[in-house]
Protein backbone atom coordinates (compact mmCIF):
# COMPACT_ATOMS: atom_id res chain seq x y z
CA UNK A 1 0.00 0.00 0.00
CA UNK A 2 1.24 3.44 -1.19
CA UNK A 3 1.82 5.96 2.15
CA UNK A 4 1.22 9.35 1.86
CA UNK A 5 2.37 10.66 5.80
CA UNK A 6 2.80 14.33 5.70
CA UNK A 7 1.57 15.09 2.22
CA UNK A 8 -1.33 17.45 1.78
CA UNK A 9 -3.62 16.32 -1.70
CA UNK A 10 -6.32 18.29 -3.29
CA UNK A 11 -8.92 16.24 -4.98
CA UNK A 12 -11.79 18.05 -7.15
CA UNK A 13 -14.83 16.56 -7.83
CA UNK A 14 -14.78 14.60 -4.30
CA UNK A 15 -18.49 14.92 -3.74
CA UNK A 16 -18.88 11.78 -5.28
CA UNK A 17 -18.11 8.62 -7.36
CA UNK A 18 -14.68 8.09 -7.86
CA UNK A 19 -13.54 11.65 -6.04
CA UNK A 20 -14.66 10.31 -2.79
CA UNK A 21 -13.46 7.10 -3.01
CA UNK A 22 -9.56 8.60 -3.96
CA UNK A 23 -10.06 11.01 -0.93
CA UNK A 24 -10.98 8.73 1.65
CA UNK A 25 -8.35 6.47 0.06
CA UNK A 26 -5.58 9.04 0.16
CA UNK A 27 -6.72 10.00 3.82
CA UNK A 28 -6.23 5.98 5.07
CA UNK A 29 -2.60 6.52 3.68
CA UNK A 30 -1.94 9.48 5.66
CA UNK A 31 -2.67 12.29 3.61
CA UNK A 32 -4.50 15.57 4.82
CA UNK A 33 -7.03 16.28 2.08
CA UNK A 34 -8.84 19.41 0.66
CA UNK A 35 -12.24 17.58 -1.15
CA UNK A 36 -13.17 20.36 -3.56
CA UNK A 37 -16.77 19.84 -5.40
CA UNK A 38 -19.22 22.42 -6.45
CA UNK A 39 -21.67 20.21 -4.41
CA UNK A 40 -21.90 20.67 -0.57
CA UNK A 41 -22.19 16.45 -1.12
CA UNK A 42 -17.94 16.93 -0.31
CA UNK A 43 -18.80 18.17 3.08
CA UNK A 44 -20.55 14.90 4.64
CA UNK A 45 -17.12 12.95 3.18
CA UNK A 46 -14.63 15.36 4.85
CA UNK A 47 -16.53 14.58 8.06
CA UNK A 48 -16.40 11.16 7.69
CA UNK A 49 -13.04 11.62 6.82
CA UNK A 50 -12.15 13.58 10.03
CA UNK A 51 -14.89 11.26 12.28
CA UNK A 52 -12.07 8.38 11.09
CA UNK A 53 -9.05 10.60 12.63
CA UNK A 54 -8.08 11.68 9.06
CA UNK A 55 -7.34 15.13 8.36
CA UNK A 56 -9.76 16.88 6.12
CA UNK A 57 -11.59 20.21 5.04
CA UNK A 58 -14.05 20.76 2.32
CA UNK A 59 -13.51 23.85 -0.46
CA UNK A 60 -16.96 24.20 -1.95
CA UNK A 61 -15.52 25.17 -5.60
CA UNK A 62 -16.58 25.36 -9.47
CA UNK A 63 -13.65 24.56 -11.14
CA UNK A 64 -14.71 26.79 -14.55
CA UNK A 65 -14.31 29.67 -12.77
CA UNK A 66 -10.35 31.61 -11.79
CA UNK A 67 -10.98 32.58 -8.72
CA UNK A 68 -12.85 29.89 -7.21
CA UNK A 69 -10.16 27.68 -7.91
CA UNK A 70 -7.36 29.90 -6.38
CA UNK A 71 -9.47 30.11 -3.28
CA UNK A 72 -9.57 26.16 -2.83
CA UNK A 73 -5.67 26.44 -3.25
CA UNK A 74 -5.25 29.17 -0.70
CA UNK A 75 -7.00 27.18 1.84
CA UNK A 76 -5.31 23.92 1.07
CA UNK A 77 -1.64 26.24 1.88
CA UNK A 78 -4.00 28.10 4.44
CA UNK A 79 -4.50 25.22 6.33
CA UNK A 80 -2.18 22.86 5.72
CA UNK A 81 0.59 24.62 4.36
CA UNK A 82 0.74 23.78 0.40
CA UNK A 83 -0.17 20.89 -1.56
CA UNK A 84 2.13 17.83 -2.57
CA UNK A 85 -0.85 15.74 -5.03
CA UNK A 86 -3.54 17.13 -6.94
CA UNK A 87 -6.36 15.03 -8.15
CA UNK A 88 -8.10 16.76 -10.96
CA UNK A 89 -11.26 14.24 -11.02
CA UNK A 90 -14.02 16.78 -11.67
CA UNK A 91 -16.41 16.48 -14.83
CA UNK A 92 -19.22 16.11 -16.43
CA UNK A 93 -21.14 13.78 -19.31
CA UNK A 94 -24.29 15.16 -18.79
CA UNK A 95 -26.14 13.79 -22.43
CA UNK A 96 -26.04 11.15 -24.96
CA UNK A 97 -26.67 11.97 -28.43
CA UNK A 98 -25.92 12.02 -32.12
CA UNK A 99 -23.23 15.00 -33.55
CA UNK A 100 -26.13 16.50 -35.68
CA UNK A 101 -28.47 16.27 -33.05
CA UNK A 102 -25.95 17.45 -30.19
CA UNK A 103 -27.19 21.15 -28.56
CA UNK A 104 -24.70 24.10 -28.68
CA UNK A 105 -25.19 24.77 -25.28
CA UNK A 106 -24.68 21.49 -23.66
CA UNK A 107 -21.21 21.32 -25.99
CA UNK A 108 -19.84 24.55 -24.11
CA UNK A 109 -20.99 23.57 -21.25
CA UNK A 110 -18.81 20.52 -20.93
CA UNK A 111 -15.84 22.26 -22.73
CA UNK A 112 -16.21 24.51 -19.82
CA UNK A 113 -15.81 22.41 -16.65
CA UNK A 114 -14.20 19.45 -18.50
CA UNK A 115 -11.38 21.39 -20.38
CA UNK A 116 -11.05 24.68 -19.12
CA UNK A 117 -11.93 23.61 -15.71
CA UNK A 118 -9.06 21.34 -15.61
CA UNK A 119 -6.77 24.08 -17.20
CA UNK A 120 -7.63 26.38 -14.73
CA UNK A 121 -6.92 23.58 -11.91
CA UNK A 122 -3.62 22.97 -13.46
CA UNK A 123 -3.01 26.58 -13.81
CA UNK A 124 -3.43 27.20 -10.05
CA UNK A 125 -2.10 23.82 -8.71
CA UNK A 126 1.42 23.79 -10.73
CA UNK A 127 1.92 27.70 -9.55
CA UNK A 128 2.00 26.68 -6.08
CA UNK A 129 3.49 23.23 -6.31
CA UNK A 130 6.70 25.53 -8.39
CA UNK A 131 6.91 27.33 -5.15
CA UNK A 132 7.15 24.32 -3.05
CA UNK A 133 9.71 22.54 -5.81
CA UNK A 134 7.56 19.39 -6.52
CA UNK A 135 4.81 17.74 -6.77
CA UNK A 136 2.65 14.71 -8.61
CA UNK A 137 -0.57 15.59 -10.01
CA UNK A 138 -3.27 12.74 -12.19
CA UNK A 139 -5.91 14.07 -13.95
CA UNK A 140 -8.91 11.77 -14.68
CA UNK A 141 -9.57 11.43 -18.46
CA UNK A 142 -11.13 8.26 -19.79
CA UNK A 143 -11.22 5.66 -22.07
CA UNK A 144 -13.18 8.19 -24.15
CA UNK A 145 -9.86 10.22 -24.25
CA UNK A 146 -8.42 7.34 -25.53
CA UNK A 147 -10.72 5.99 -28.37
CA UNK A 148 -13.94 7.41 -29.57
CA UNK A 149 -17.37 6.71 -28.24
CA UNK A 150 -20.65 7.87 -30.52
CA UNK A 151 -23.13 9.48 -29.22
CA UNK A 152 -20.73 11.19 -26.86
CA UNK A 153 -19.21 13.50 -29.04
CA UNK A 154 -18.28 16.61 -26.40
CA UNK A 155 -17.43 14.12 -23.66
CA UNK A 156 -14.92 12.17 -26.08
CA UNK A 157 -13.61 15.62 -27.53
CA UNK A 158 -13.02 16.73 -23.66
CA UNK A 159 -11.52 13.80 -22.36
CA UNK A 160 -8.96 13.77 -25.81
CA UNK A 161 -8.13 17.12 -24.46
CA UNK A 162 -7.40 16.32 -20.92
CA UNK A 163 -4.98 13.72 -22.39
CA UNK A 164 -3.54 16.60 -24.01
CA UNK A 165 -3.56 19.12 -21.23
CA UNK A 166 -1.53 15.95 -19.57
CA UNK A 167 1.47 15.63 -22.05
CA UNK A 168 1.78 19.29 -22.59
CA UNK A 169 1.73 20.60 -18.68
CA UNK A 170 4.42 17.42 -17.68
CA UNK A 171 6.79 18.27 -20.65
CA UNK A 172 5.96 21.70 -19.49
CA UNK A 173 7.28 20.82 -15.80
CA UNK A 174 8.83 17.18 -15.52
CA UNK A 175 12.19 19.30 -15.45
CA UNK A 176 11.15 21.55 -12.71
CA UNK A 177 9.90 18.52 -10.22
CA UNK A 178 6.24 17.63 -11.15
CA UNK A 179 5.26 14.80 -12.06
CA UNK A 180 1.39 14.96 -14.43
CA UNK A 181 -0.31 11.81 -15.41
CA UNK A 182 -3.75 10.77 -16.28
CA UNK A 183 -5.91 8.29 -15.81
CA UNK A 184 -8.28 6.72 -18.63
CA UNK A 185 -10.93 4.72 -16.73
CA UNK A 186 -13.32 2.53 -18.64
CA UNK A 187 -16.67 2.11 -17.19
CA UNK A 188 -17.16 2.81 -13.82
CA UNK A 189 -19.74 2.31 -11.57
CA UNK A 190 -21.05 5.31 -9.98
CA UNK A 191 -23.42 8.18 -9.79
CA UNK A 192 -22.15 9.57 -12.99
CA UNK A 193 -22.63 6.19 -14.87
CA UNK A 194 -26.28 5.83 -13.34
CA UNK A 195 -27.45 9.02 -14.43
CA UNK A 196 -25.77 8.71 -18.11
CA UNK A 197 -27.91 4.87 -19.05
CA UNK A 198 -29.45 5.15 -22.25
CA UNK A 199 -33.29 4.65 -21.61
CA UNK A 200 -34.34 1.08 -20.80
CA UNK A 201 -30.37 -0.13 -21.08
CA UNK A 202 -29.01 -1.76 -17.65
CA UNK A 203 -25.39 -0.89 -16.39
CA UNK A 204 -24.76 -4.38 -16.42
CA UNK A 205 -24.71 -4.35 -20.18
CA UNK A 206 -21.90 -1.67 -20.13
CA UNK A 207 -19.98 -3.79 -17.78
CA UNK A 208 -20.58 -6.75 -20.27
CA UNK A 209 -19.01 -4.42 -23.53
CA UNK A 210 -15.76 -4.48 -21.62
CA UNK A 211 -13.51 -7.49 -22.15
CA UNK A 212 -13.09 -8.43 -18.75
CA UNK A 213 -17.23 -8.42 -18.20
CA UNK A 214 -18.07 -5.98 -15.78
CA UNK A 215 -17.78 -2.69 -14.52
CA UNK A 216 -14.73 -1.22 -12.82
CA UNK A 217 -15.20 -0.02 -8.95
CA UNK A 218 -13.60 3.47 -7.72
CA UNK A 219 -11.68 1.94 -5.62
CA UNK A 220 -10.13 0.10 -8.77
CA UNK A 221 -9.86 3.02 -9.82
CA UNK A 222 -8.43 4.92 -6.93
CA UNK A 223 -5.48 2.16 -6.69
CA UNK A 224 -4.04 3.27 -10.09
CA UNK A 225 -4.83 7.26 -9.54
CA UNK A 226 -2.85 6.27 -5.80
CA UNK A 227 0.42 4.54 -7.81
CA UNK A 228 0.33 7.43 -10.08
CA UNK A 229 0.66 10.03 -7.24
CA UNK A 230 2.86 8.05 -5.28
CA UNK A 231 6.62 7.81 -5.21
CA UNK A 232 6.46 4.40 -6.50
CA UNK A 233 5.97 5.59 -9.82
CA UNK A 234 8.60 8.23 -9.73
CA UNK A 235 9.80 8.09 -13.29
CA UNK A 236 6.60 8.09 -14.68
CA UNK A 237 5.80 11.03 -16.61
CA UNK A 238 2.73 12.56 -18.75
CA UNK A 239 1.64 8.80 -19.01
CA UNK A 240 -2.38 8.21 -19.83
CA UNK A 241 -3.01 4.76 -17.98
CA UNK A 242 -5.96 2.58 -19.17
CA UNK A 243 -7.74 1.27 -16.17
CA UNK A 244 -10.49 -0.37 -18.64
CA UNK A 245 -10.99 -3.80 -18.20
CA UNK A 246 -9.54 -3.92 -21.75
CA UNK A 247 -12.08 -1.81 -23.32
CA UNK A 248 -9.43 0.59 -25.76
CA UNK A 249 -7.59 -2.35 -26.96
CA UNK A 250 -10.53 -4.55 -28.65
N1 LIG B 1 -18.05 6.84 -14.08
C1 LIG B 1 -17.45 6.46 -15.20
O1 LIG B 1 -17.88 5.50 -15.88
C2 LIG B 1 -16.21 7.18 -15.69
C3 LIG B 1 -15.47 6.61 -16.73
C4 LIG B 1 -14.34 7.24 -17.20
C5 LIG B 1 -13.94 8.45 -16.63
N2 LIG B 1 -14.67 8.99 -15.63
C6 LIG B 1 -14.22 10.27 -15.09
O2 LIG B 1 -13.97 10.13 -13.70
C7 LIG B 1 -14.23 11.38 -13.06
C8 LIG B 1 -15.20 11.16 -11.91
O3 LIG B 1 -16.39 10.58 -12.41
P1 LIG B 1 -17.53 10.00 -11.47
O4 LIG B 1 -18.15 8.90 -12.24
O5 LIG B 1 -17.01 9.75 -10.11
O6 LIG B 1 -18.56 11.23 -11.49
P2 LIG B 1 -19.61 11.77 -10.42
O7 LIG B 1 -20.63 12.50 -11.21
O8 LIG B 1 -20.04 10.69 -9.50
O9 LIG B 1 -18.73 12.83 -9.61
C9 LIG B 1 -18.24 13.99 -10.22
C10 LIG B 1 -18.13 15.08 -9.19
O10 LIG B 1 -17.65 16.27 -9.85
C11 LIG B 1 -18.35 17.37 -9.33
N3 LIG B 1 -18.36 18.49 -10.27
C12 LIG B 1 -19.04 18.58 -11.44
N4 LIG B 1 -18.87 19.78 -11.99
C13 LIG B 1 -18.05 20.48 -11.15
C14 LIG B 1 -17.54 21.80 -11.16
N5 LIG B 1 -17.84 22.66 -12.15
N6 LIG B 1 -16.72 22.19 -10.16
C15 LIG B 1 -16.43 21.33 -9.14
N7 LIG B 1 -16.92 20.08 -9.06
C16 LIG B 1 -17.72 19.66 -10.06
C17 LIG B 1 -19.76 16.84 -9.09
O11 LIG B 1 -20.49 17.68 -8.18
C18 LIG B 1 -19.49 15.45 -8.56
O12 LIG B 1 -19.39 15.44 -7.14
C19 LIG B 1 -14.74 12.32 -14.15
O13 LIG B 1 -13.67 13.07 -14.65
C20 LIG B 1 -15.25 11.36 -15.22
O14 LIG B 1 -15.29 11.96 -16.49
C21 LIG B 1 -15.80 8.39 -15.13
Redesign the pocket.
Not at 36 to 39: I, R
Not at 61 to 64: K, L
Not at 190 to 193: I, Q, V
Given at each position: MQQFDNKTALV??A?????AVVAKALARAGARVVL????A?GQATADGINAEGGKALFQQ????DSASVAAAVGAAVAHFGGIDIAVN?????PEVAPVAEWDEAVMERILA??VK?MFLCLKHEIAQMLEQGGGAIVN?A???GVVGVANKPAYTAS?HAVVGLTKASALQYAPRGLRINAVC????D????AENLPPGVDKSVIGANHPIGRLAT?AEVAEAILWLCSDSASYVVGHALTVDGGLTIQ
Open positions: TGGSGIGVDVASCDIQNAAIDINGLSAAKPGAVTPMLS
